[in-house]
């Protein structure tokens, strides 16, 4: 596809449950941040990947936040032992890397 | 590190005109602007470059002033379809790479 895509649209789990919320980013695009959206609020960064490589993960809030991106491309955020607090929509964006960072439609995930 | 946005929220009449700001305590390579819709993914409006820049397309423009590390984001003669949550984010420099922080938002809602 030519946008950004993100998979699943909508995820519930059951607290401490493991998830894996999957991005595609724009073929070619080099970067690629995950940011986290608590309801009413703007993206929160989590990690950016530039190619395969990890270069801030600043702001995944716990050892449980676990991010890769093997080849370059797709990536995949995962979530251990999901809590309550961990409910958001996960924004996937890509970018070639500048100027214009492209948002995929987000992941929901609701923990119950 | 985020940005600070103000107002948090503001409601207008179709075609009036509103000012959403935007500054950083940080020094900035350049500031984007998104818009997002209730539930759909933020979409790209514009990037500012350093330099006291001033852009716009259709009747949204917004300047940057590098030294006080604060944007602005002008929308005159609005339109109901300019309802929607107006996120600034800030590209940061850092050591591996730059990231782009976002503001909380500020919240727009065009009445006809």
């Known amino acids: 596809g030519a946008g950004v895509s993100q998979s699943p649209r909508y995820k519930v789990a059951k607290r401490g449950q493991d998830v894996a919320l999957r991005c595609d980013p724009i073929?070619?695009?080099?970067?690629l941040f995950w940011y986290q959206q608590a309801l009413g609020q703007g993206p929160e960064f989590l990690t950016y990947?530039?190619?395969?490589?990890?270069?801030?993960k600043s702001g995944l809030p716990s050892d449980r936040f676990f991010a890769e991106r093997p080849e370059g491309s797709v990536s995949t955020l995962k979530i251990q032992r999901t809590q309550q607090e961990d409910s958001a929509v996960y924004l996937c964006?890509?970018?070639?890397?500048?100027?214009?960072?492209?948002f995929g439609q987000g992941t929901r995930l609701t923990v119950v | 590190q985020q940005p600070v946005q103000s107002p948090q929220a503001v409601i207008l009449r179709e075609g009036e005109d509103a000012v959403i700001n935007c500054s950083s305590s940080?020094?900035?390579?350049?500031v984007h602007w998104y818009r997002q819709k209730h539930g759909e993914a933020p979409v790209f409006l514009m990037i500012?470059?350093?330099?006291?820049e001033q852009k716009g397309h259709d009747k949204i423009s917004a300047s940057f002033n590098e030294k006080k590390q604060q944007s602005s984001l002008y929308l005159t003669a609005s339109q109901l379809s300019y309802s929607g949550t107006y996120f600034c984010?800030?590209?940061?420099?850092?050591?591996?790479?730059?990231?782009?922080?976002f503001g909380a938002g500020t919240i727009l809602r065009v009445k006809s």
């Open positions: 964006a890509s970018s070639l890397p500048s100027p214009e960072a492209f």
């Open positions: 073929s070619g695009h080099v970067s």
């Open positions: 990947f530039q190619n395969e490589a990890q270069l801030d």
């Open positions: 940080k020094a900035l390579y350049s």
């Open positions: 500012l470059l350093k330099g006291g």
């Open positions: 984010g800030t590209e940061i420099v850092e050591e591996d790479g730059n990231k782009l922080v």
